[in-house]
């Protein structure tokens, strides 16, 4: 199964400090993706996904969503405001 994942973990982290300080934890020797993607020193990949971004997904304005949407896929650890700002455009 080499380069397959197996596992990977997608904590919401309520305030924006929690996700900073998460980000922050996995630290030295990650790998970073998109989207709030990482992968620790071990290998496990984890998305760390402030509230806010999330709750801009699930508008039911299809529009702001997938603005929301693609602001979150341009960026490694994900900024709520920078969505935000995104998604009221």
Same mark, same amino acid.
């Given at each position: ?9 997608? %904590? ?37 996904? %402030? ?8 508008? %039911? ?5 997938? &603005? ?7 960026? &490694? ?13």
């Amino acid at each position: 199964m080499a380069g397959h994942q197996v596992c990977c973990i997608a %904590p919401i982290a309520r305030p924006r400090g929690e996700a900073d300080e998460l980000w922050a934890m996995l630290g030295e020797g990650r790998e970073e993706g998109t989207s709030g993607w990482l992968k620790d020193t071990f290998g496990l990949s984890w998305q760390v996904v %402030p509230k806010t971004p999330t709750d801009l997904l699930s508008d %039911p304005d299809p529009v702001k969503s997938e &603005r929301a949407t693609k602001a979150m896929r341009g960026m &490694r650890q994900l900024v709520s405001q920078a969505v935000v700002d995104t998604y009221k455009e």
